[in-house]
């Protein structure tokens, strides 16, 4: 066994399985500070000794074990099972061999095998996933937007297959990414100029005709993203797996936001009016098929006069089928009152015009397209099933026109009033996050490019993020699903985010975030049922952090207390931090943090 040469190894020999866990320790220095305002309350953290609760030997003897979750949780004294290595990349929703043999009925033709399917927690390995064997710590950003470790992401087939077409190339120990993609090889930064010229008539770019969020479907290794960020233009990347073996897996590995889905059955997790541009280059989606169901889910997603961009054969070609398929496209899109404003090289613009009388025309008159009806929700969009019609869009006097970038961040939506919210509400809660997020970074004193990826996993209005906006991070805004539905504000920031239940696991690679926030999180789950346990949050909650990444819990005092108790089970340091209000300790929260060691299997 070789040791690496920046951390110290203990070797752990597994009584059950006869096999080797190696633990590689990082240290973590935290400062304490103490100092915030809000509402004219002093909040002050400080560290408050485990005790008896901590317990982190030098010697783990934590065993390799791919047994499942049982009725009742049972962590062994040892600490949790460590899963196979044939685990390193697993993805518990989207488990290909699970989903065959017991899946029912899936319609292949539409992809619903590529959906979320997510076993049931008594099928589900109970176990840590370890990292692939030569793991190291991620190249931090901005040069891990051209490179990354070979060893992290170990898959060839994608630089033999899209090599060509500039997605990734071999480079010694790396992986380079020239910044190309099936219909822009020689860079997105070329193509997305391109897009802006088509959309403004060569009097701008993307940025100055009001693009600020930006849904890429099928986003191959998140080139496209990586090259709008200099744009100010916030994207949320999403493909499925597929044969496009780990895509995904190398756009979070490079830092740029990207989760896994697939328009196929079932609605995007996204609200409405989310996206002033959605993108496919050469997406792989069947578009024109079933009555155009697809097209309406974009339809539902777009923001009023927001442009859907198409770079696929169909768009240039006059070969096979292409045609046909185009013609299908144009009579698809004048049923929604879509105008097609550009068509240039190999890419095609339609804009949503949002004309209620030329779709109450098209729907009333001529039968071309259906109508949502009163019971429809455009909004609800976690597990819910696409419809085939479309909302009519509201008269051109009451659609709610954004502030642009970054006024928008700061700007109370009008859509807060819709849920209950209120403008002082917002504002307090936009302060608040602001004092809490210059705390919690002084309390971490980490250097400000070690965190690229992060997730806040009970965003409410997304106060955390927006306090972080000037930082060289993003976050993914996650509001559970069944809860105050406020993603709609988030969109309305100009951030971005998706729907989520905490009783299941997200649809992430492994070893993707560098830090997760949980507020109230625990304690929101408390009644949750099976699969909803501490045990179980805090078992995904590892899965999707990075070997040293770090976690902030924030949440009531007994939460926090069983929280630590079994942090040193999960490999993880911890400490907590007591808060103050005003000189007196809070008396109902405490502040987790904790760090997740380097540890793999030999």
Known sequence: MQLSACSVMNSILSLQSGKFVALSFALMIVSFYGGSLFGGRRIVYTQ?????????????????????????????ETGMNICPMERSEYVPCHDRSFIKKMVKNIDLSRKEDLERHCPPPESRPFCLVPPPRGYRV?????????????????????????????????????WWFPGGGTHFKHGAAEYIERLG????????????????????????????????????????????????????????????????SVLATTRLPFPSNSFELIHCSRCRVDWHKNDGVLLKEVDRLLRPRGYFVYSAPPAYRTDKDFPQIWNELMHLTSSMCWELIGRHVQTAIWLKTSNRSCQLEKAQ????????????DPDKAWNTSMQNCIV?????????????????????????????????????????????????????NVPSNSIRNVMDMNAFYGGFAAAMINKPLWV????????????PVIYD?????????????????????????????????????????????????????RPTGLLIIRDTSSVVLAAAALAPKFLWNANI???????????????????????FVS
Not at 227 to 246: K, R, V, W
Not at 499 to 528: I, M, Q
């Open 48 to 76: 408050q000794s485990l005790g008896t609760l901590e317990s982190v030997p030098g010697r783990l003897e934590n065993r390799i074990s791919s047994c499942l979750r049982s009725d009742t949780v049972n962590i062994p």
């Open 138 to 174: 991620p190249i931090n950003w901005p040069q891990s937007r051209d490179f990354i470790w070979r060893s992290n992401v170990n898959h060839s087939r994608l630089a033999q297959v899209k090599g060509g077409q500039n997605w990734v190339h071999e480079n010694g120990t790396k």
């Open 197 to 260: 010229n088509m959309i403004t008539n060569d009097q701008g770019n993307l940025q100055t005709a009001g693009v600020v969020q930006v849904l890429d479907v099928g986003c191959g290794v998140g080139s496209f993203a990586a090259y709008l960020l200099p744009l100010g233009i916030q994207t949320m990347s999403f493909a499925p797996m597929d044969e496009h073996e780990n895509q995904v897996q190398f756009a979070l590995e490079r830092g740029i936001l990207a989760m896994i």
């Open 365 to 376: 008159s001529l039968g071309l397209v259906s109508l949502c009806d009163d019971k429809y």
């Open 392 to 444: 009519p869009s509201p008269e051109m006097k009451d659609i709610e026109w954004l502030p642009k970038w970054p006024a928008r961040l700061f700007a109370s939506p009008k859509r807060l009033a819709g849920m209950g919210g209120s403008d002082v509400q917002f504002e307090a809660d936009t302060r608040f996050w602001q004092k809490q997020v210059e705390d919690y970074w002084k309390l971490l």
């Open 476 to 487: 993914m805004n996650v509001v559970p699903a069944g809860r105050k539905d406020t993603l």
């Open 493 to 545: 920031r100009g951030l971005i985010g998706t729907f989520h239940n905490w009783c299941e696991p997200f649809s992430t690679y492994p070893r993707t975030y560098d830090l997760l926030h949980a507020f109230r999180v625990f304690s929101s789950y408390k009644r949750g049922g099976k699969g909803c346990q501490m045990e179980d949050i805090m078992l995904e909650m590892d899965r999707m952090l």
């Open 577 to 599: 931090h007591n808060i103050y209000l005003d000189g007196q300790l809070h008396p109902k929260e405490q502040l987790l943090v904790c760090h997740k060691k380097f540890w």
